[in-house]
């Protein structure tokens, strides 16, 4: 059964059919939230949703496109509408489409910043209201947004240029949120993981892909679930201490 920690909170979760989305979404059940699992594949979040509920939680299902601004604000209406409240915004949607930038389809670069970026924006422009009422009138008299940034939003390298320029743009859109949120109890927190073994190595085209695997070659990833209990932490916090930054690598990556 889940614990206590977050009993009679709900957690939007993005990305969560997949990654570090789909493990935090279930830990963060795990410490007594309902989760609202957000994401574009309804078989995998689905499937989510029965292993949540078989261990004792509570999870709503909700398919979105979040690139599209009036689908993001529907996302957070439709929480409302059947659960009431929202107290914990994680926005773990993501995709790194990296490459030569001459030979890189212009589309790339436009998906990477409608979902990395624009959807990120979409969701927590929606969600804020919510949050700030959220935070008043919980018994732990806080909320919280933990937005997934990377250790590209620290450091630009080469043939990630417009990956780059989307996880700068999280990392310090929410230091700014931060800031503006902090006196009414609205916590935002960045985490910025190195080299994760999710699926964003192989959304790559065949050159990248194999400059990472060559790259990445000897060193031991992090897996989803270390993100996610860094989420954890965040969240679990009691009011008084904020986390606004965690940096993850794997201890092999320099």
């Given at each position: 059964m889940p614990t206590a920690t977050?009993?009679?909170?709900?957690?939007?979760?993005?990305?969560?059919s997949s990654g570090i989305g789909h493990a935090t979404a279930r830990r963060l059940s795990t410490e007594g939230a309902t989760v609202v699992l957000v994401a574009r594949r309804q078989d995998r979040?689905?499937?989510?949703?029965?292993?949540?509920?078989a261990q004792g939680g509570r999870a709503v299902v909700l398919t979105a496109d979040l690139t599209d601004a009036e689908a993001a604000a529907g996302v957070v209406a439709t929480t409302i509408d059947r659960l009431g409240r929202v107290d914990t915004l994680v926005n773990a949607a993501g995709v790194m489409l990296n490459g030569d930038s001459v030979d890189s389809p212009l589309r790339d670069w436009q998906q990477m910043v409608d979902i990395n970026l624009n959807g990120l924006l979409y969701v927590t422009k929606a969600a804020l209201p919510h949050l700030i009422k959220g935070a008043a009138t919980s018994p732990r008299n806080v909320a919280d947004v933990v937005n997934?940034?990377?250790t590209?939003?620290?450091?630009?390298?080469?043939t990630a240029a417009v990956y780059n320029a989307t996880k700068f743009g999280v990392?310090?859109?929410?230091?700014?949120?931060?800031?503006?949120?902090?006196r009414r109890n609205v916590r935002f927190s960045v985490v910025?993981?190195?080299a994760t073994e999710t699926e964003l190595f192989g959304h790559q085209r065949p050159a990248a892909r194999s400059r990472l695997a060559a790259k990445f070659s000897d060193v031991?990833?992090?897996?989803?679930?270390?993100?996610?209990?860094?989420?954890?932490?965040?969240?679990?916090?009691?009011?008084?201490?904020?986390?606004?930054?965690?940096?993850?690598?794997?201890?092999?990556?320099?």
């Open positions: 977050l009993s009679s909170t709900v957690a939007l979760v993005t990305g969560a979040i689905d499937a989510l949703a029965k292993e949540i509920t997934i940034s990377s590209a939003g620290r450091t630009a390298i080469p990392t310090a859109a929410t230091e700014a949120w931060r800031q503006e949120y902090a910025e993981p190195g031991e990833l992090l897996t989803p679930d270390d993100v996610a209990e860094s989420v954890s932490y965040i969240v679990t916090s009691p009011r008084h201490r904020a986390i606004a930054e965690i940096v993850i690598r794997p201890t092999d990556q320099v």
